[in-house]
């Protein structure tokens, strides 16, 4: 009688149980692991049947099972899916592909080729490649990371686009020739995100050669287009190169001007860089003003402020992992939530949706597997944490399995409507749809990694720290470590410095007195420069400048009710 | 025809430009707008709208639908969205359940299961139909336009659809499925009519005489507008009830059959007003959702962007309970325990009941229920009283303009556990006298009191100065200034003359600046020392608590986020957050979650010196490592790694997330291993995940502090303006750790001058082993260089070798040229010889034909003579052709010369006539 009563109580608990062990849908969140794996497997499907069918064109074709070169013919998406492979943690393809590549590709091709899409595509799929090579275990050079082949191939490649730059103002041309340069005949109308971003992977590349010319002209062309900002401090979409007239006077974040203002923010931190960032607060104030309707980004004409197109962009949706890298989380937070409201309506995002009417806009309604709101739950996981989030990458996770998965890859999405598929396989869905999805589902890659491991390495050029994290994403998700631009250019002096107050440590008596001296602020590369060229061109500005107190390298610390603002809950400003 | 496509194509882009650009542009503007994408993108766009055009454009239709429920479900899907045969399929069940998905949404695969539950359970009185809303060839899609998936439709009979807004989970899905099912409770005796009012949710009531029809007359509104608040109220905290019986009906005076009542426990009830509003079922539910009280409320977000949270927390302080809540459980426990708490804090009213009615039916129907409340009160009462100082007030210091703008507060008691006061042993209440008596001293040593403006209590103890029996403890702290005007409005009983502090305040704020003693009867030594009742007190205090539940099955991580151990099993959790304050306040995790730890904490919350502290969540996923070059410090360990610590401290504030902090942390690390580790901690805090105390908190990350060993309260901070790198960090360091040694040299010092010398020793140690390794770097690249060096080397030889073969080549080469040089100087000579042997021929026939036509002229001359001389001839004969033969043979031998070159015998022929002519 017992025992039956016992198993009957049981029961009875497990009954009341269960519903509750089997509700927490929403509170649990996605299962991170099996999601995890499941992108693995989509990685591999694509890049296995890349290589069967495509190799050595640059982009495979699902629907036809067969290749094309669409940005020159560099083996494109073996390129952009090296460091992805690393990610994923496979070591020994990573080295054979590091070998096939420095074996099959030449740069030495009549080939017009994007400037702007070979730098961030190959010029920093082989930077961070280079970077990565040694935790890939491959044996490096002594003289790495200042030397070795794939950096010497970035460079070359890197310096076949340095003719484009050879225009009055300093802007590059939007196309080059790989063999001959600039053609005569070429149109100078580039897109503003085609001028500003370099300075990435070139201050990179300066850093890590030596040679300051990719840095400079970089530089060049980021102070040409400060310089000609309208007067409410907003750029257009496409400027004429030779007379820096604006073409396209569209204003906004997304297609065109984007990884621009990407590339403020991420060259400031990458170089610890007041003025490109003291130039993106300037432009982040007057997008605030101008563009943004309850946490929409629009587009206005960029001299008279007036809205121009009320739609959204998927390339857009980058921007609220930018601001959550600055520490504005909340703003991020809220802009996040509306686009994911779209990306729930259609199951991706459209290139173009109209705000107001709710529905993509003709011959916009396409998704090339982008990866931007996927880049940002990455970046804003990381800051708040939200299972809300994971549910955005179950769901990306989901569709583009459902929606695109063909036998032969993963198909560009012709119509989001109707979901047609059409024969393309963009190389940046390897290297950042995938890689982005893989690390919001893999916390303790060592992508993430927080400081608390790092690497040594002996360079003749001394001691140095590499691998500690805060790993820079290019804007094509190819990581580049900070560390690295501070061990090939050490400065002698720098050292001697170090050597001579640590001496002064072990003294008992301390004979000297030590005191902040304003000129290492400038050191960083930046007292050569013409002060003109500065920022703050405007002395009001610079007494501005003064009288904002914190630094401008810094993120204001979380809010109380940020602990509050997971599962959608979002504050508004305590006003 | 191949154009044709093409064409289009164009068209099409032109199109789409117009409809994206503003009216007024003109063309040559209007194409590069078109590049909008990603330049070279939308350039490349273009280029393959047209080449896909003039290729066959590969493009592949969206497969077709497919189950997505499997065959034996008892959910009916309708995979191919066929929402007319869901219509029909409504007709034949009483009510039906639409769930509408879109089969490559993630949420309506996470709520497949939940439904399928749901449905496993209801299948035999729900009809359960799932319809394909996404297939763009389904009639569902071409009706209905969704912004999200899944939807979830209820029907009741015709009435509907009622949209399910709560959370996709099966229990909450079930009970608001049987909500639905049954809109409203049939009340038919008292024990159901006490059981329905006694529940903390509102409740509406309607009274229906069933004895003249079966359907009197409203009552098919009432039971329309029961289903309409599901509408509105997804969660369904309204309840409705009907009544079905006269006798019960009248407990709460309801004797019109139609009428409709409104249960409030702590305002009036409502009675539906017939007259002012018309009796639909929209009205009755507005109706009800407007007047309906609100004691607890349940916090549900949707997960969607909401300001639930914000507009909640705005109202002011709030209590958030979390409490494993299962809709479909018979009881609550727990629940009815946190209502019970509830429902006495706010009856304010409760000496002057407001409905006398309910409360005599209280009062006799359930005893049980009014008795417990006073044995707990017994019982908080003795355990306070026992712990607390008998006889304490409070004495607000004046505001000196000369400290600041807090004011100092002070909680005077007397005691008199010191000694013996003979007449008196127990003191119930405060003598008047004492109170005024030890104010008095209190006055004269306040003085010591003004250096302790700081955020933690001090107390200190005094004696009296007409009592040797007791003395005084004063416990003094700063409050704020809202605090100070809830003083003000008391009552306050005793004053001092205020002359003898005039000087110090300025005139307006006068009142502040006298010293008084508050009204003890309504404050907090008295509601401390018999304070068991906190009944009534959202009314009393100026700190109402707005209360709320939450779930925690699913929303444990606002819980944890909050503090919330991670490790408990038992999901319960209390907390009271002030968003204006930035502060939250947590119950004891450990103490079991009962209805007097609850009031107790409402209390602490309520009282004006709050005993409550501020919680500081820390992250309990770091873990001390020795190893670690840089110390991870947490809110637990931040106290003892900074201020214990014998060492110089530099900390760093960060957070992972900060792009600025992320990439300066090889810095730190580069610092951590450069300074000697026995006189300096570099350590860091991710302040997202730790709180610190306020004066240890910063707005900007990430910020450099240096505490100095031995003068840890002056810590420094590294200036912003200076960029992070090492050897600035280093002289920062020095900069402020350079004070410490100006004391005399003892033997101490000297100790710990070799112990700074081992140190430095292990550190030139440690360089030179770095020197080491680089010059086995450089060793390496060296060798690396020779072998390069040497196949170069190796390389030259080999062109060298190459370059002497070529050179023999060359010879050789040359030695051919040369003969043949020579063979055609020699074959060029040769030819000259012939043309001068032939030039020689051409002269000597020049000369044979000047010598033929000089014979020849001979000749003809002869013959003139001949023909003068006919006799003369015969004899001639002869002679003549001998000399004819002659001059024939060398004529024959030139001929092919003559021919070769006639045209220079011509030209000769013409000179030798010319100098013939010239002869």
């Not at chain 2, 005793?494 to 000087?503: D, E, G, M, R, V």
Request: hydrophobic content about 35%; proline content about 5%.
């Amino acid at each position: 009688m017992l025992p039956s009563l016992g198993s009957l109580l049981c029961l009875w608990a497990l009954r009341l149980l269960a519903p509750t062990a089997g509700t927490g849908a929403a509170s649990r969140g996605p299962d991170v692991a099996s999601y995890r794996e499941r992108v693995r497997a989509m990685f591999y499907h694509a890049y296995e049947h890349y290589l069967e069918s495509a190799f050595p064109y640059d982009e495979l074709r699902p629907l036809t099972c067969d290749g094309q070169d669409t940005w020159g013919s560099f083996s494109l998406t073996l390129i952009d899916a090296l460091d992805t492979l690393l990610i994923l943690g496979n070591v020994s393809e990573f080295q054979r592909v590091v070998n096939v590549l420095q074996e099959g590709v030449d740069f030495d091709i009549d080939v017009n080729a994007s400037v702007f899409e070979t730098n961030i595509r190959v010029v920093g799929g082989l930077l961070s490649a280079h970077l990565l090579s040694k935790k890939a275990g491959i044996e490096v050079e002594v003289g790495w990371p200042c030397s070795g082949p794939l950096l010497r191939m970035a460079e070359e490649a890197a310096r076949k686009l340095l003719p484009a730059f050879q225009t009055p103002t300093g802007m590059p041309y939007g196309t080059v020739n790989l063999l001959h340069g600039v053609n005569p005949g070429e149109t100078p109308v580039t897109c503003t995100a085609g001028i500003g971003t370099f300075i990435v992977e070139f201050a990179t590349l300066s850093h890590l050669t030596g040679d300051p010319v990719f840095e400079d002209v970089a530089r060049k062309a980021l102070k040409a287009l400060w310089k000609n900002r309208s007067d409410i401090g907003l750029v257009g979409n496409h400027i004429d190169v030779i007379t820096a007239k604006w073409v396209a006077q569209d204003a906004g974040i997304g297609a065109g001007v984007d990884s621009y203002f990407e590339y403020l923010v991420k060259g400031a931190i990458l170089l610890q860089d007041k003025e490109l960032m003291s130039m993106f607060l300037e432009y982040n104030k007057a997008i605030k003003n101008y563009t943004k309707f309850d946490d929409w980004y629009l587009w206005v004409q960029m001299y008279k402020g007036t809205v121009s197109m009320p739609v959204f962009q998927s390339l857009e949706a980058y921007w609220p992992g930018l601001q959550s890298l600055i520490g504005d989380v909340d703003n991020a937070m809220r802009t996040f939530l509306n686009y994911y409201t779209v990306w729930k309506q259609f199951g991706g995002l459209p290139e173009f949706y109209n705000i107001p009417q709710g529905y993509t806009v003709d011959k916009r309604e396409g998704y090339p597997l982008r990866p931007e709101l996927i880049e940002s739950a990455m970046y804003l996981y990381r800051a708040t944490r939200d299972p809300m989030l994971l549910e955005l990458g179950r769901d990306a996770v989901e569709s583009i399995e459902k929606i695109s998965k063909v036998d032969c890859g993963f198909a560009t999405i012709k119509d989001l409507r109707d979901h047609r598929l059409d024969n393309r396989m963009e190389s940046f869905f390897l290297a950042e749809t995938v890689k982005y999805l893989y690390l919001l589902f893999d916390p303790d890659n060592f992508i993430h990694n927080d400081g608390s491991v790092f690497d040594v390495v002996i360079t003749p050029y001394g001691e140095c720290v590499l691998n500690a994290g805060g790993y820079v994403f290019n804007t094509e998700a190819h990581p580049i470590d900070p560390a690295a631009l501070h061990c090939c250019r050490k400065r002698k002096e720098e050292q001697w410095e170090v050597e001579d107050l640590m001496r002064e440590f072990y003294s008992l008596k301390k004979n000297k007195k030590f005191t902040l001296k304003r000129a290492p602020d400038h050191s960083e590369g930046e007292s050569a420069k013409d002060p003109e060229d500065a920022p703050s061109e405007k002395g009001g500005e610079k007494r501005n400048a003064k009288k904002n107190s914190h630094s401008l390298l810094s993120c204001p610390s979380q809010s109380f009710n940020s602990k509050l603002a997971v599962l959608g809950q979002v504050f508004l400003d305590n006003t | 025809m191949a154009r044709r496509p093409e064409l289009l194509c164009g068209a099409a882009i032109v199109l789409g430009c117009a409809f994206l650009v503003a009216l007024k542009v003109t063309c040559r503007v209007l194409l590069p707008k078109v590049q909008v994408l990603k330049e070279d993108e939308a350039r490349e766009e273009i280029q393959r709208n047209h080449s896909s055009c003039r290729a066959k454009d590969v493009t592949m239709p969206a497969k077709l639908p497919v189950n997505f429920f499997s065959t034996r479900s008892p959910v009916i899907d309708l995979f191919r969205g066929q929402l007319d045969y869901a219509d029909h399929l409504r007709q034949d069940s009483e009510i039906v359940l639409y769930f509408f998905y879109a089969p490559w949404c993630g949420q309506s695969i996470a709520a497949r299961e939940e439904v399928e539950h749901v449905a496993g359970r209801l299948s035999d009185q729900v009809l359960f139909v799932a319809v394909n809303c996404w297939w763009n060839q389904g009639k569902c899609r071409k009706q209905k336009h969704f912004f999200y998936f899944p939807v979830i439709h209820l029907y009741h009979r015709s009435f509907g659809p009622i949209e399910y807004k709560g959370p996709m989970s099966a229990v909450y899905i079930e009970k608001f499925v049987r909500r639905v099912m049954t809109p409203l409770l049939y009340i038919s005796s008292r024990s159901k009519l006490l059981d329905f009012l006694s529940n903390y949710e509102p409740g509406v009531l309607g009274y229906f005489e069933f004895n003249a029809s079966p359907q009197p007359p409203g009552y098919l509104t009432f039971f329309t507008s029961a289903l309409h608040s599901l509408k509105k109220d997804y969660l369904g905290t309204v309840r409705f009830g009907v009544i079905t019986d006269k006798r019960v009906a009248e407990e709460i005076s309801l004797v019109r059959s139609g009428s409709v009542y409104l249960h409030r426990h702590v305002n009036t009830s409502l009675i539906y007003p017939n007259d002012i509003m018309n009796y639909t079922a929209e009205n009755i539910c507005k109706w009800a959702l407007e007047n309906r009280e609100m004691l607890i409320r349940w916090l549900r977000p949707h997960g969607g962007k909401s300001l639930l949270l914000n507009n909640e927390l705005k109202k002011g302080p709030a209590l958030l309970i979390f409490i494993p809540y299962n809709p479909l459980a018979e009881i609550h426990p727990l629940l009815d325990e946190i209502t019970k708490v509830a429902l006495e804090y706010h009856s304010c009213n409760k000496s002057q009941p407001a409905e006398p009615d309910l409360q005599h039916f209280r009062d006799t129907g359930s005893p049980a229920f009014d008795s417990s409340v006073p044995d707990a009160h017994m019982k908080l009462a003795e355990t306070f009283s026992i712990t607390k100082y008998p006889c304490c007030n409070t004495v607000v210091l004046p505001q000196w303009h000369s400290i600041s703008r807090t004011h100092n507060v002070c909680e005077l008691c007397i005691n008199q556990t010191l000694g013996v006061k003979p007449n008196k042993v127990h003191v119930p209440q405060c003598n008047f006298l004492e109170i005024e008596a030890a104010l008095d001293s209190f006055y004269l040593q306040e003085h010591t009191f003004f250096q302790v403006i700081s955020n933690t209590i001090e107390c200190s103890n005094f004696l009296s100065f007409y009592s040797p029996f007791s003395y005084y403890t004063a416990c003094c702290r700063t409050v704020n200034r809202h605090f100070l005007s809830f003083v003000s409005s008391e009552k306050t009983i005793f004053q001092t003359p205020k002359a003898a502090f005039s000087s110090h305040g300025k005139k307006d704020n006068m009142q502040y600046s006298v010293p008084h003693i508050e009204d003890r009867n309504c404050f907090t030594p008295d509601l401390h020392a018999s304070g068991t009742n906190i009944t009534g007190l959202s009314c009393r205090t100026n700190k109402t608590l707005n209360l709320y539940l939450l779930d925690s099955n699913l929303f444990w991580i606002y819980a944890e986020r909050l503090g919330a151990s991670r490790s408990t099993h038992l999901k319960e959790f209390v907390t009271i957050v002030d968003l204006k304050e930035e502060v939250h306040y947590v119950l004891d995790q450990n103490q079991s979650l009962v209805g007097s730890t609850l009031e107790n904490f409402i209390k602490n919350f309520s009282i004006l010196y709050s005993p409550l502290k501020r919680h500081l969540v820390d992250d309990p996923s770091v873990h001390f490592d020795e190893q670690r070059v840089i110390t991870e410090v947490t809110t637990n360990t931040f106290h003892d790694t900074v201020f214990l610590s014998e060492k110089n401290v530099l900390l760093l504030y960060y957070a992972q997330w900060c792009g600025f902090c992320a990439s300066l942390n090889h810095v730190f690390i580069q610092l951590a291993r450069l300074l000697p580790p026995d006189n300096f901690t570099v350590a860091r805090i991710d302040i997202t995940q730790n709180d610190l105390p306020w004066e240890f908190m910063t707005d900007r990350l990430p910020t450099i502090l240096f505490f100095p060993h031995q003068r840890k309260e002056q810590s420094v901070k590294f200036p912003e303006d200076f960029s992070v790198n090492l050897p600035n960090l280093l002289k920062f360091i020095l900069h402020h750790s350079s004070l410490s040694s100006s004391e005399p040299c003892t033997k101490e010092c000297l100790h710990k001058e070799t112990v700074l010398q081992q140190g430095h020793i292990s550190h030139l140690e440690g360089e030179i082993q770095k020197l080491r390794s680089e010059i086995s770097a450089l060793h390496q690249a060296h060798d690396q260089l020779e072998a390069q060096l040497s196949e170069a080397r190796r390389e030259e030889q080999r062109l060298q070798q190459q370059k002497h073969t070529l050179e023999k080549q060359h010879k050789t080469l040359q030695l051919h040229s040369e003969q043949l040089q020579a063979t055609y100087d020699q074959k060029n000579q040769e030819l000259l010889e012939m043309a001068e042997k032939l030039q020689e021929l051409a002269d000597a026939s020049e000369n044979l034909l000047k010598e033929n036509t000089l014979l020849r002229i001979l000749v003809a001359s002869r013959e003139g003579k001949l023909q003068s001389k006919d006799e003369v001839k015969k004899s001639l004969q002869l002679e003549q052709p001998l000399a004819e033969d002659n001059d024939v043979s060398v004529l024959t031998a030139t001929a092919p010369l003559e021919e070769k070159k006639i045209d220079n015998i011509d030209a000769i022929e013409t000179e030798h006539s010319s100098r013939n002519r010239t002869e």
